[in-house]
Every structure is written in C-alpha cells, then in structure tokens.
C-alpha cells in the first residue's frame, strides 16, 4: 500500500498568517494532485503538479513537488477565514493495472480564525 | 467543466434496511467510476471502482456483498448498502473518469442508519 502522509493533520490559525502543509510518501508518483473539500461537499480540484521540483502558484497558494517525485507542499499566504476546510493530496499509486484509481493522503484540517 | 450528481444528497434509515445511491454524469460518458467513504474530519477512502458492462473492483477489506455496486450505463453507476447498521452510517463520494482520466467527484451522500 502506498501511503500519502499529511502533516500536520490539524490547524488553527489567525487570519493573516502563513501556513506550510506536507504530503510525504515513500513512493514516487507520476503526479500529485491537492484538493479542497468543504463540510458536506465533495473534494474540490486546486492543481495537479507532474514535474519534480515544479512550483505552481494559484493566487495566494504555493504548491511545490518534490524534486524526488515523493513529495509534495502546499504554502498558503496570508490566509484567510474563506481558506477553512479539508486540504487533500492524492496520487494515482504504481502498481500495476491501477494506474486510473486516485489514493488520497491523510487529509490537514485548516481552520482560519476571523 | 464535467458535472457529476449524486442522488440523494442526504438519507436516513433504519438498521436492517437497504439503501441505494446512485452517481450520474450529467455531460459525459464514464466507464469507469470510483466509490469512496468518508468519516468526519477524515480523509476519503476508496472502496471500489465501477466499470461499466463488469464487475466492481472492490478494495481490499470492503465487503463487495455488503457494498453492491452496478454500473448500469455508461452515465449511471449506483451503490446500494445492504442490510444497513449504524456503523455504515457516513459520507459515501462517487466521482467518474473523463477521457483525459481526470477524476470529477460528485458532492456526497449523507447516510445516516438509525
């Protein structure tokens, strides 16, 4: 089984500061990709990342994989209350004829306090 | 972009009883469609995926007997939890394959087995 570990897997923070999360596995993954999902929705597409050391930016989210294609982070910027909810890396795991399932990591609950 | 619906969004039952969800794709065509759980503040978990015109490829520990899954069309795929108990009780996603193998979720049932 290969595992995409989240950390942390619970955060707290005022609006306006930075936060780092990390999704961290053993394995190498042809890509990456993070999702947000809210209270009773399902999870929300932000980006896919495909190359080691590639860094995408979507307004005040920085999402960066690993040179290693085993890792990958997510900064965001000044965050804000609107930032709340369940962030979610995923991969597609190698091992043969799977290459379509998505597994999804231990997921980081970010609340945002106004 | 590509939508996929879920019906019902949210359902109640007694132990003992049989529940069906089903997952549509409302504006493309999907062979293959993934069924995940849900626990609160937890990550998704993949229980099996639905290939249209065969069997569901079920995950390991997941009952395929509890869990059935039939993929009627190549836009319907349903999930019926039999012989439901308050511990099948969560947030069951369904999300469908597009042709660039993206994967669209759907926004969840609620099950709630009382």
């Known amino acids: 089984t290969q595992l995409l570990e989240q950390s942390p897997q619970f955060l707290s923070i005022q609006e306006g500061e930075n936060l780092t999360v990390y999704c961290n596995s053993s394995?190498?993954?042809?890509?990456l990709q993070w999702y947000r999902q809210e209270p009773g929705e399902g999870p929300v597409l932000l980006v896919t990342v495909v190359t080691g050391g590639e860094v995408k930016k979507l307004k005040r989210l920085t999402f960066q994989f690993g040179d290693a294609r085993k890792d990958s982070s997510l900064h965001i910027t000044a965050a804000q209350p609107g930032d709340t909810g369940l962030y979610l890396c995923a991969a597609r795991p190698n091992y043969g004829g799977a290459t379509n399932k998505l597994i999804f990591g231990t997921g980081t609950l970010l609340a945002v306090q106004p | 972009g590509a939508v996929v619906s879920q019906h019902p969004s949210r359902v109640i039952c007694k132990s003992g009883t049989s529940v069906k969800i089903e997952c549509r794709s409302l504006?493309?065509?999907?062979?293959?469609m993934f069924w995940y759980r849900q626990f609160p503040k937890q990550s998704l978990m993949l229980m099996a995926t639905?290939?249209?015109?065969?069997?569901?490829?079920?995950e390991q520990g997941v009952e395929k007997d509890k869990f059935l899954i039939n993929h009627a069309s190549l836009t319907l795929s349903t999930l019926t939890v039999t012989s439901a108990h308050p511990e099948d009780s969560s947030f069951y996603i369904c999300?469908?394959?597009?042709?660039?193998?993206?994967?669209?979720f759907g926004p969840g049932t609620r099950l709630t087995v009382t």
């Open positions: 504006d493309f065509q999907a062979t293959t």
């Open positions: 639905s290939n249209e015109g065969s069997k569901a490829t079920y």
């Open positions: 394995s190498v993954f042809s890509s």
């Open positions: 999300s469908a394959l597009g042709l660039a193998h993206e994967q669209y």
